[in-house]
């Protein structure tokens, strides 16, 4: 899979320019970190590449279409994590998982993925948990046990590591890289330590415009 991002601007309805004349290609399998400090860009950035946001200018090509030709293809091969993912507080982590396979058309042995996007985050001890009673850190890694549903071979995290502690971060490093190996991940953070050192690359957001795009070790 292949996504072009070319001369990408957004600005939303308010006037406020969140995107400003973007370049970008992303390949896979590569690991990609999106980094830049808060209002940098990143979630609008995200959502245009979900294609729930359209561009005010420029455009996005998906294996050298664009992005509005190919958008329900795009989607079904799409795991996303937005920032604000609401949970059903009175699910348990599967009843929730059940209900989101069923959405995204899982229909091969659901069971079976449930369970291993369960052991995928480290959450066997929680399955039958509500999700009202679960912290911040394990909530968070229920909601990317969702878009780890299906197999996606485009995953898009928004702060996935936020409310989670040391501990976890490393473990979620692991997950984010060995996720990567035969797909296309792209991961946005204002910590470094997130991404620096298992991404393949970095690209730096600062007010809307990409100022660094490279290895970590550049
Ligand atoms: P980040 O994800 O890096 O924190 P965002 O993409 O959320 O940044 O926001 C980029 C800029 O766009 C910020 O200045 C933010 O306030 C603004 N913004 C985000 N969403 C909207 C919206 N729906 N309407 C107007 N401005 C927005």
Same mark, same amino acid.
């Given at each position: 899979?292949q996504? *072009?991002?070319? &001369? @990408?601007?957004? #600005?939303? %309805? +308010?006037?406020?320019?969140?995107? *400003?004349?973007? &370049? @970008?290609?992303? #390949?896979? %399998? +590569?690991?990609?970190?999106?980094l830049g400090?808060n209002g940098?860009?990143k979630s ?5 590449l979900?294609?729930?946001l ?5 455009s ?5 279409a664009?992005?509005n030709?190919v958008e329900?293809?795009l989607?079904?091969?799409?795991g ?20 989101m396979?069923?959405?995204?058309g ?7 993925a449930i369970r291993?996007v369960?052991?995928a985050?480290?959450?066997e001890?929680k399955?039958?948990?509500r999700?009202r ?5 394990q ?7 969702q878009?780890l ?9 928004d702060e ?6 040391p501990?976890?971060r490393?473990h979620?490093?692991?997950l ?6 035969d ?5 946005s953070?204002?910590?470094?330590e ?16 990409i100022?660094?795009?490279g290895?970590?070790?550049?």
């Amino acid at each position: 899979m292949q996504i *072009q991002i070319q &001369d @990408l601007s957004m #600005t939303y %309805p +308010s006037g406020k320019q969140a995107l *400003q004349r973007l &370049d @970008l290609d992303l #390949t896979s %399998p +590569s690991l990609v970190g999106l980094l830049g400090p808060n209002g940098a860009g990143k979630s609008t950035l995200m959502k245009l590449l979900v294609a729930a946001l359209m561009p005010t200018e420029g455009s996005i090509l998906v294996d050298g279409a664009p992005l509005n030709k190919v958008e329900g293809k795009l989607k079904a091969s799409l795991g996303y994590l937005p920032q604000d993912f609401g949970l059903f507080e009175e699910l348990t982590v599967t009843q929730f998982l059940d209900y989101m396979a069923a959405l995204k058309g899982v229909l091969r042995s659901p069971q079976a993925a449930i369970r291993d996007v369960i052991r995928a985050v480290n959450l066997e001890e929680k399955a039958r948990a509500r999700i009202r009673t679960l912290s911040g850190g394990q909530r968070q890694r229920v909601g990317i046990a969702q878009a780890l549903l299906g197999d996606p071979p485009f995953l898009i995290f928004d702060e996935p590591t936020v409310g989670l502690d040391p501990e976890e971060r490393i473990h979620f490093r692991n997950l984010f890289s060995r996720t990567a190996q035969d797909r296309l991940v792209l991961l946005s953070t204002h910590i470094i330590e997130d991404v620096q050192s298992v991404c393949d690359r970095l690209v730096v957001i600062h007010h809307g415009q990409i100022r660094f795009t490279g290895t970590p070790e550049q």
